[in-house]
């Protein structure tokens, strides 16, 4: 029998509803709150990406949980807006008075059916739920054709109960039955012979639309929801980032992607668009303050970065060599190949010409590769902007008369600042120790020994690279001689020898100013 769905017509067989709950079973979990704004902007994000069922909120919960679901159903044109409601008809009024000015439109009733739930927690007996599963989808009826309903601990119900509750909901209206994983304790094993069976045996299960809702406890809450789609579920109730109760929800990027990436073992098709799945999972990031881990499935800044030099090499051979789906189908911008200490050099040299340093010579490109080996040695991970710092740093020190070899310096708040430092001028080595008010004034002093000059400092300045306390330190010094001014930049882990190079980066530029004119001596 073909479902002929108040909202959505005549469905295709393999067609799958996306329902998000992100602004309820998500935005319910601890820490995850938005306010009225930030839903609303959440949920133009959501009808942007394609989904199509918003769960926009529990409009009995609050006040301020109503007016978010009456205000996305005001404002959100495309997606059904859905409005979760218990089988109460307080509860259930509630939700069919928030979603009223939707253009499609859907209640989301739900009660427990499992024995725990029904003892301790509802404290009902079996027959009493099922006279509350009929009367609230009846009621939820009279306000909207489009109504779910949903066996809470579903996958913990006795399946002879779970089949009565099932159909009543069928014979009072329901037009979605949704069985969900409440506690994350199903396997997908289970959750196909939950679902078959019920496909199966309920009278009227063939004119409805069956929805899965896994939770997260074990890891498996998309393995689960696959396995609720091969066994005939056509709806997945799924969240961004995978947010939600306890562990959270199974994650909608994840289950399109993987339906995406495997047609041949998923073969389903939805309406998201992929390209956009980043920057809703990024939204989402920005307005709740919670990032996704860096391993992240899809979405995780490591998702489609590789560090080993042998995956890197294979991934420059043919991308399809590690990559099961590109970073683009899901809006990221190029492979972050992230460098690490076990980054070859065919790796660094394919870095260096996307970052625009093609023409690199050997020498150039040894240097930084040194430098790049030592500075992985003490930052966990060098991105794109510490291989620029670098580069350009050793760039200019490739012309450079003066350069710097190393610096060991001592300061604190008892010992007078004391700095070693040794450079190469016109390539022979030299060495200086100097005293300063600080460690900085110190080193500035020894180059000042090494290479005496008249330019005046006149900036000296200190940014970060990247984050974090291991981020380089990123120097400008700027210095002013005869009325010409030079800016230099030095980049390191250690904030004083950036400083160091900064300043020699600039000495040099004067030098090369200068020696267009009158040629001079450099060395002390
Ligand atoms: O996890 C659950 O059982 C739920 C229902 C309210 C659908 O979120
Ligand atoms: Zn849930």
């Given at each position: ?18 329902f ?18 930030e839903?609303?902007?959440m ?9 199509d ?18 205000e996305i ?11 979760l ?18 253009e499609?439109?859907?209640?989301h ?5 499992s ?9 009902m007996?079996p ?17 909207t ?9 579903g ?8 089949a009565r509750c099932?159909?009543a ?47 997260n406890?074990?890891?498996?809450a998309?393995?689960n ?20 109760e ?32 980043l920057?809703t999972?990024?939204?989402?990031a ?62 660094f040299?394919d ?6 340093y ?9 240097d ?41 310096v001592w ?48 900036l ?23 009325g010409k ?19 020699i980066?600039a000495?040099?530029?004067?030098t ?11 060395t002390?």
């Open positions: 029998m073909t479902i002929n769905h108040p909202n959505f017509g005549a469905i295709d067989a393999n067609r799958v509803i996306m998000d709950t992100t602004l309820r079973d998500g935005e319910q979990s601890p820490g995850f709150s938005m306010n009225l704004a839903k609303l902007r949920a133009e994000a959501l009808a942007e990406l394609g989904v069922v918003i769960e926009a909120g529990f409009p009995i919960a609050s006040p301020g949980d109503f007016e978010s679901v009456h159903a005001k404002a959100i044109k495309g997606p059904v807006i859905a409005g409601a218990r089988s109460g008809s307080a509860d259930i009024l509630r939700a069919a008075e928030a979603v009223r000015p939707a499609r439109k859907r209640i009733t739900f009660i427990s059916t024995p725990l739930h029904m003892k301790y927690k509802l404290r007996e027959e009493a739920v099922l006279e509350a599963v009929t009367a609230s989808v009846s009621l939820a009826r009279n306000h054709d489009d109504v779910e309903w949903s066996a809470e601990d996958s913990r119900t006795e399946p002879d109960f779970l099932v159909e909901a069928i014979r009072a209206g329901a037009t979605t039955i949704n069985i969900p994983d409440t506690v994350g304790y199903a396997t997908p094993e289970d959750i196909f012979t939950i679902f078959a069976a019920l496909r199966a045996r309920v009278p009227g299960a063939d004119g409805v639309i069956f929805s899965a809702h896994c939770h406890d074990l890891g498996l998309v393995a929801t696959l396995a609720a789609l091969r066994a005939g579920a056509r709806q997945i109730e799924c969240t961004i980032n995978g947010i939600g306890r562990a959270g929800n199974a994650a909608l990027e994840e289950i399109v992607m993987a339906i995406r990436t495997r047609p041949d073992a998923a073969p389903y098709k939805n309406a998201i668009e992929t390209q956009k799945i920057r999972s990024k939204l989402l920005t307005i709740t303050g919670f990032d996704v881990q860096p391993n992240k499935a899809i979405v995780g800044r490591n998702a489609f970065a590789h560090e080993s030099g042998i995956h890197q090499d294979g991934m420059l051979k043919n991308a399809a060599t590690y990559e099961i789906m590109t970073p683009e189908s899901v809006g990221w911008q190029k492979t972050s190949l992230v460098m690490g200490k076990h980054s070859g050099r065919a790796a040299r870095k260096l010409r996307t970052l625009g093609a023409d690199l010579g050997d020498n150039a490109l040894n930084a590769f040194r430098r790049f080996k030592d500075l992985a040695d003490r930052k966990k991970l060098v991105f794109d902007e510490d291989i620029v710092a670098l580069v350009d740093d050793e760039v200019v020190r490739d012309h450079q008369r003066v350069r710097f070899v190393s610096l060991e300061a604190g708040s008892k010992a007078k600042p004391r700095a070693l430092l040794e450079l190469e001028i016109d390539g022979a080595p030299h060495s200086a120790e100097a005293h300063g008010d600080g460690p900085v004034d110190a080193t500035f002093n020894a180059i000042q020994t090494l290479v005496p000059h008249e330019a005046e400092l006149k000296f300045s200190v940014g970060a690279v990247t984050e974090g306390t291991d981020a380089q330190a990123r120097c400008t010094v700027r210095l002013e001689e005869h001014s030079v800016d230099g930049q030095g980049a390191d882990t250690d904030t004083i020898v950036a400083a160091a190079r900064a300043y980066h000495l040099n530029k004067l090369a100013k200068r020696n267009r004119t009158a040629p001079a001596a450099l002390a």
